[in-house]
């Protein structure tokens, strides 16, 4: 569970958030929607402690994020936009080891989570391929597979298809929601919400560092349209 | 361009520490000891060295031709003097001496970059080199080997937008510095990128180390290593 | 379920893992560098190698800067096909002109003491050109000083003999120098970090 309690944070004296409070359950498929400049990175950045909090406090499974970090970036994975900036190593394998290597696991039990991670994301057997020979869907997916090899409660996904055309979106969005579907909570965070609307449980819209609404998918769509985020058209996807 | 090629042999099966250790310690033997006497057995090992890679001398000579021409300028520049007598032809064989000295060194090079993995010179490297300092430079290690191609790709954009601006008409001074600041640019914004992935992934400093084992074979390789750095003392 | 790492982990504090970043994505910098030229008139190569080890310096101050070359070193010598005409190995390290790849290591580190003097780096925008010109000064005095014995070594020549064949190298380092002043004076937004 995710809990944000009026949290503020400043960015050279300028407010980038300005009082949010927020409740992620466990197993919770929500979209954060928001304009460019919203606050959406700012705010997700805070649940694995990548940035600490000016006012207010994010609290993961009942403890401050930032009082035990590696609590919080066990228990949220997080994928990041550019695929091609988190890879830390240059085969897949290699670079899905990462996480369960600096939580001290035993090669065993790394190896058990890197073939798992991969063959939820469709990339099973793979571990040797060097990730730049890898077209830009299968590179979206080893980066979930790297969140995922920390066996995360909820996986936070920061636009992280941007520049991916639909079948490389469709077949990342499809593993996405068979992790949903084993009990992973998702939270797509994107100013284009076609792709993942109707898979969501509520869609949480932010404006200008505040909640502006937090709804069911359909009673969201005229709000979404209000704070300039992409819907879903008749006809469209 | 001579890399890392996956393989069955001797040399690919060996444990990287040992193979390090024999390059260090063939160099140290090589440039220490008494060369001339010496210099056909070191050669003889090398090319050893090169075949239980898989690797044959003529693929080897062909790799390190620059720096091979490089080394034969030596003889052939060192025996010119600029007044007479013109030609020393001591000078040039001093010369030879000194230059031949470093082909056998090339050559266990080659047939060590040709059989080893670089995430295995990282083991090595994060298992010998003890606490922090060991870390961060495997690490370093590995994510510089990541990152070579991604920045290869920036420069050779960055590259073509110059070019297509106009940049072939401009003078060096502008051309130059316009490349350089874009690269820097945004090789330095992927660092920060780059900085927040590593973190949300508990980039810590007592990770799992790699695997690494020692085979019998291994203790032969380290025994070569130590007969080599003591050899200059014989 | 994950309470159980939070004590053992010891995890790698926000400022290390920036420089380390940042170091890592120079000394890939560096290695690409390399192998990049531009072909002046008359068809001399013009190499963009010394702008890695000047930005290393300039960029991460000393510790971070040599430690920067020093991860080009080793993923050189690691396999990565890194030094000039896309060679690695220990060989090249060791070879005629490995002491001028070696020298980067104290070179970006003396750039980078005598650019921010401190050993903690300073905004890129507050160092002075002077400090800067100084610095990539003395880097290039190192590089030279290290790598032209080196190469009279392993060549077996004479230091005059070496001196004199190097040095019309150091026509063009100075053409860099400028360049990089130019950069770092121009108050370039590009290079500022948060």
């Known amino acids: 569970m995710i809990t944000v309690r009026d949290l503020v944070h400043e960015f050279d004296g300028e407010r980038v958030l300005d009082g949010v409070s927020l409740t992620i359950a466990d197993g919770e498929w929500v979209v954060l929607a928001g304009p460019n400049g919203s606050g959406k990175t700012t705010l997700v950045r805070q649940f694995n402690a990548l940035l600490e909090p000016d006012a207010g406090e994010v609290q993961i499974g009942g403890v401050p994020a930032a009082e035990n970090p590696v609590r919080a970036r066990t228990s949220v994975g997080m994928v990041f936009q550019s695929p091609r900036d988190q890879f830390v190593a240059a085969t897949v394998g290699a670079d899905v080891a990462f996480g369960p290597e600096n939580l001290g696991l035993d090669h065993d039990e790394i190896d058990r989570r890197v073939a798992e991670a991969l063959g939820a994301v469709n990339m099973a057997d793979r571990e040797e391929e060097r990730i730049d020979e890898l077209s830009g869907g299968e590179q979206a997916r080893v980066a979930i597979a790297g969140a995922l090899a920390m066996e995360p409660d909820h996986l936070v996904l920061d636009e992280p298809f941007t520049g991916l055309d639909w079948p490389a979106r469709r077949s990342a969005l499809q593993r996405l929601d068979s992790l949903a579907a084993d009990g992973t909570g998702i939270v797509f965070v994107t100013h284009d919400v076609r792709d993942v609307l109707d898979r969501a449980d509520r869609v949480v819209g932010l404006e200008s560092g505040t909640v502006a609404f937090d709804l069911p998918p359909d009673d969201a769509r005229e709000r979404l349209a209000e704070i300039d985020v992409r819907v879903p058209g008749p006809g469209a996807g | ?234 | 379920m994950s309470q159980e790492y939070s004590d053992s982990v010891d995890l790698v504090n926000a400022g290390t893992v920036a420089y380390l970043s940042g170091a890592v994505l120079i000394a890939a910098l560096t290695a690409v560098l390399a192998q990049f030229s531009i072909d002046l008139p008359g068809g001399v190569p013009f190499s963009f190698q010394p702008f890695g080890v000047f930005f290393a310096g300039i960029l991460l101050g000393p510790i971070w800067g040599g430690f920067s070359m020093l991860l080009y070193l080793l993923v050189g010598i690691a396999g990565a096909p890194v030094f000039s005409n896309g060679t690695a190995g220990v060989g090249i390290v060791l070879g005629p002109t490995g002491g001028f790849l070696i020298s980067y290591v104290f070179a970006a580190a003396a750039i980078g003491l005598v650019a921010h003097r401190s050993l903690a780096p300073v905004s890129v925008d507050d160092l002075p050109a002077v400090g800067v010109t100084a610095g990539l000064v003395v880097g290039s005095a190192i590089i030279y000083a290290i790598g032209v014995p080196w190469f009279a070594e392993v060549q077996g020549w004479t230091l005059p003999r070496a001196a004199g064949f190097m040095a019309p190298f150091a026509v063009g380092d100075a053409i860099k120098i400028a360049i990089t002043v130019g950069i770092v004076a121009g108050g370039n937004e590009l290079l500022e970090r948060p």
Not at chain 2, 124 to 134: S, W
Not at chain 2, 144 to 168: K, N, Q, Y
Not at chain 2, 184 to 194: F, N, W, Y
């Open chain 2, 1 to 234: 361009m001579l890399t890392y090629t996956p393989g069955e042999t001797l040399a690919h099966r060996l444990d990287p520490r040992g193979k390090l250790a024999v390059q260090f310690s063939f160099a140290i033997a090589i440039f220490a000891g008494p060369a001339v006497p010496w210099l056909p057995a070191m050669l003889a090992l090398a090319v050893g060295c090169l075949l239980l890679a898989g690797l044959s001398v003529w693929r080897a000579l062909r790799t390190y031709w620059v720096v091979l021409l490089v080394l034969s300028l030596g003889p052939v520049l060192g025996a010119v003097t600029l007044g007479p007598p013109w030609i020393q032809p001591e000078r040039g064989l001093d010369s030879l001496r000194s230059v031949a000295r470093v082909v056998p060194v090339l050559f266990v090079s080659a047939a060590f970059v040709h059989s080893t993995p670089v995430r295995e010179t990282r083991a090595a490297i994060q298992r010998t080199v003890p606490g922090r300092f060991g870390q961060l430079l495997g690490v370093g290690v590995a994510l510089t080997f990541r990152f070579i191609p991604v920045v290869r790709e920036d420069l050779r954009r960055i590259r073509e937008a110059v070019l297509a601006r106009g940049g072939e008409r401009r003078p060096l001074r502008d051309r130059a510095g316009r490349i350089t600041t874009l690269a820097l640019a945004r090789s330095m914004a992927r660092a920060d990128r780059l900085s927040v992935a590593l973190q949300a992934r508990c980039f810590a400093w007592n990770p799992t180390l790699p695997r690494l084992s020692f085979a019998p074979v291994d203790y032969a390789v380290l025994a070569l290593a130590a007969g080599l750095a003591l050899s200059p003392l014989l």
